[in-house]
């Protein structure tokens, strides 16, 4: 290749990255209108009336307090699982590090279930359980530090000691429904993860936490891009590694806690969604962070809007108008089979 040509790609590769952001942010668009709209009781004739100043009060309700918040809840719980996928799996230089399967996810559902439990915190008080998930977070992960130990730098050997940790913070979770049954039906939105009757005082809790968390992140973009390298050229370029992966393990657990908090464990989110963040952008985390956010987005709406519909269909053809389907369940199903589509062409690349 001429010194023309790589001069006249690198010229092409602001545009292409360009494109992909805006891109990326309609399909974000799209998703929440999809998400906004999807729903039984007012069809898409009736929210676009609302949105546009009219309508009747019944509808303004159903679109304003309830559809509205979810919808927006949705975008930023999503965007805060991609970026701490994201942060996590370069951080850990593990692809296969995200904050379902490295204890973060689990236990900050085991602080939120167990401080439900007691008494402590609870739907009517989401700031008191954004502590509890931050505090079962950061429970979770510090076990995987130290299970880990000298082996966190071998991706095989961390995902090994994160599904350990993430069985038994499961399984304590458990324990903690049995002991106290009674709040079976208050937390089971937590175990699978629901963006149902998610209204405005959720989202005034998350999104100043996530945006905090979410410019600290930033903020390491350009650490967190040498450490994917290894400690040692980080280290060469004059990078202070334990404390830059500290500081990135910090912000990872914060942002799951918070979406945890408010819409419970959205299983694949952070997994895979860092793996279509560095596909489309490249190895840069100052594209990549902005990305991941964008996708999660998109994709935590777009599951959103699917559940809605699958609902409707369910309940049409069961003639059941109860029947809801969270949207932690379209996710799981989604992530498990796009996962097993990854390892598959993984392995057949060898």
Avoid: K
Wanted: proline share 5%; glycine share 14%.
């Amino acid at each position: 290749m001429t010194g023309a040509t790589q001069a006249a790609a690198a010229r092409r590769a602001p545009r292409r990255t360009a494109r992909l952001f805006v891109l990326l942010a309609l399909l974000a668009l799209a998703a929440g209108c999809a998400a906004l709209v999807a729903g039984r009781a007012l069809p898409a004739s009736g929210v676009w009336e609302v949105l546009r100043g009219g309508g009747d009060p019944t509808s303004r309700h159903i679109v304003l307090n309830l559809r509205l918040p979810r919808a927006l809840v949705a975008l930023v719980a999503g965007a805060s699982l991609g970026l701490a996928g994201t942060v996590l799996q370069s951080a850990l230089r593990n692809p296969l590090a995200g904050p379902e399967v490295t204890g973060v996810t689990p236990g900050a559902v085991l602080g939120a279930v167990a401080a439900t439990g007691l008494g402590f915190a609870g739907w009517h008080s989401p700031a008191a359980v954004v502590v509890a998930a931050g505090l079962g977070g950061f429970a979770g992960a510090g076990l995987l530090w130290l299970l880990a130990g000298r082996e966190r730098g071998d991706p095989a050997q961390t995902a090994v000691y994160g599904v350990l940790v993430s069985a038994v913070l499961s399984g304590l979770t458990a324990v903690v429904l049995l002991v106290a049954p009674g709040e079976l039906g208050s937390v089971v939105q937590w175990l699978v993860g629901s963006t149902e009757g998610r209204v405005w005082p959720h989202w005034r809790l998350l999104w100043p936490w996530a945006a905090v968390w979410a410019a600290a992140t930033y903020a390491l973009a350009a650490p967190l891009t040498l450490l994917r390298c290894g400690d040692e050229q980080a280290a060469a370029a004059g990078v202070h590694t334990g404390r830059a992966r500290i500081a990135a393990l910090v912000c990872a657990v914060a942002l799951t806690a918070g979406a945890v908090s408010v819409v419970g464990a959205l299983g694949f989110v952070g997994l895979l969604v860092p793996h279509l963040a560095f596909a489309l952008l490249g190895a840069d985390l100052r594209t990549v962070l902005p990305g991941a956010a964008l996708l999660g987005a998109v994709v935590v709406c777009g599951a959103d809007a699917g559940a809605q519909g699958l609902s409707q269909g369910l309940a049409h053809a069961l003639d059941s108008d109860r029947l809801s389907v969270p949207v932690g369940a379209v996710t799981t199903c989604a992530g498990a089979v796009l996962l097993l589509i990854v390892a598959r062409r993984r392995v057949d690349d060898r």
